[in-house]
């Protein structure tokens, strides 16, 4: 399993994941759990509903009427290598006649599994169902014959158990809808969204559902072409006895590509405004005082001069800038007198709220300064650093995580949050462990 989702993707493509999800079985358990009243809202809609007029002569009173549905036992098992196993038994209260009442048993066994349609998005599918109707007899009646499954044309008729195995998928709270809402697009920035899109199939091994995805980040509607990996991404194994609901895992080279498209976008261009004016500057830099006849606050306008890298270490993830700032004053126009080119290494911390992803520059670790172009003649490395490291270390982080403070969408399906996360950077890729939570409906 150690190379899990890259299997998932055929070598000749050049589409491949960086990143993706295990869905375990507990993960299958609280899906189960939190769609067992929706199953009985469903089928006791169905199943309740007012039937068809009868144009047999037979009266009214020998008519067969559901008045209770109970879902007794509603599981979610996985299958490895197939797919789920979906089990449900229905208690159903059966009136025949004004004082005539008896208990069914329905149970239904059904296979699903998830497939990819021709649009690319992921459907749930039937590929098997076996519906059993039977009455549950007294103690009395257990000790004078066997069950019988004979349930009576009429039953039968009325429950029409071949229409309750087309639909079994939608008794589960994540029908397709849930599903295609896998891939919507989010918005990072108000010009720049990501869109996880499935490469393939989910596989069904003993730890879970695995789905691979592939992120694509778009810059005002267009997708932008992003860095290549170096190696393809896989899902790491996790333990067999996870009790995550879902272990989500995103590769270095996705972080990377974020911050790429961040910098495609123009975000992480920014203006710092420094503690400095041209007169404090022209008492350390002589000939500052010809180009500035009034005082005027000195500006940093900062611009990446080449795509920004996220490294991936155990416990660590590093971003790496490279900007290039602009050092001048005045508003209209503005009047540039240095060029300094400025190499940023900084900690990323990352945290989940709801469904994202929040990434901030924790500390800066490294900074490099060096001259790029000067009005104001050659001026020494250490007074470029004493002059603008203070306003730099403070305010490029500052800047960065202001651009971030919505944080970035994570896969998710509608309606359901993450809770319990437990975020673990490793080598090459983080590894976001959580349970599912099925949000309250409002309204």
Do not use: W
């Amino acid at each position: 399993l150690s190379l899990l989702l890259s299997l998932l993707v055929p070598a000749h493509t050049t589409r491949s994941p960086d990143c993706g999800g295990i869905l375990t079985p507990s993960g299958l358990r609280y899906l189960a759990e939190v769609s067992k009243p929706h199953a009985e809202s469903v089928l006791r809609q169905d199943l309740m509903a007012p039937p068809a007029p009868d144009p047999s002569p037979a009266s009214p009173s020998s008519r067969n009427e559901i008045t209770s549905v109970k879902v007794d036992k509603f599981s979610l098992t996985l299958v490895p290598d197939t797919g789920m196993r979906l089990s449900i038994e229905v208690d159903l209260g059966i009136t025949s006649a004004p004082s005539t009442t008896k208990e069914m048993r329905l149970s239904i066994l059904a296979d699903l599994h998830v497939d990819m349609n021709p649009e690319g998005n992921l459907e749930l599918v039937t590929s098997d169902c076996k519906p059993t109707l039977e009455e549950v007899q007294s103690t009395e009646e257990m000790d004078r014959s066997a069950p019988h499954k004979s349930s009576g044309p009429d039953v039968d008729k009325q429950i029409n158990v071949e229409k309750i195995c087309l639909e079994v998928s939608k008794l589960l709270l994540f029908p397709n809808e849930r599903l295609m809402s896998l891939a919507a697009p989010f918005p990072i920035t108000p010009s720049c969204q990501v869109q996880y899109l499935p490469l393939a199939a989910p596989l069904y091994s003993e730890q879970g559902i695995i789905i691979s995805l592939q992120t694509t980040f778009q810059v005002a509607g267009t997708v932008i072409p992003l860095p290549v990996s170096p190696v393809p991404f896989s899902m790491p194994e996790p333990a067999s006895s996870s009790p995550s609901h879902l272990i989500l895992a995103f590769s270095e080279h996705f972080y990377t590509s974020l911050f790429s498209a961040l910098e495609k976008s123009g975000a992480l261009n920014v203006s710092l405004l420094s503690s400095l004016t041209t007169a404090t500057l022209a008492e350390r830099i002589t000939q500052m005082g010809s180009l500035f006849q009034e005082d005027l606050p000195v500006v940093l306008q900062t611009v990446t001069r080449s795509s920004p890298h996220v490294v991936l270490e155990e416990d660590k993830a590093i971003v790496l800038l490279f900007l290039t700032a602009q050092i001048g004053a005045g508003s209209s126009p503005f009047q540039s007198f240095l060029s300094v080119n400025v190499d940023v290494t900084a900690r990323l911390h990352l945290s989940v709220v709801d469904t994202r992803m929040i990434i901030s520059v924790a500390a800066i670790e490294d900074i490099e300064l060096s001259l790029a172009t000067s009005d104001v003649g050659p001026i020494l490395a250490a007074l470029l650093e004493e002059l603008f490291l203070p306003t730099i270390r403070e305010e490029v982080p500052a800047q960065i995580n202001e651009v971030l403070k919505q944080g970035v969408s994570l896969p998710h399906i509608a309606s359901f949050t993450y809770t319990d996360v437990n975020i673990t950077i490793h080598k090459d890729y983080v590894l976001i462990p959580c349970n599912l939570q099925l949000e309250a409906r409002t309204g």
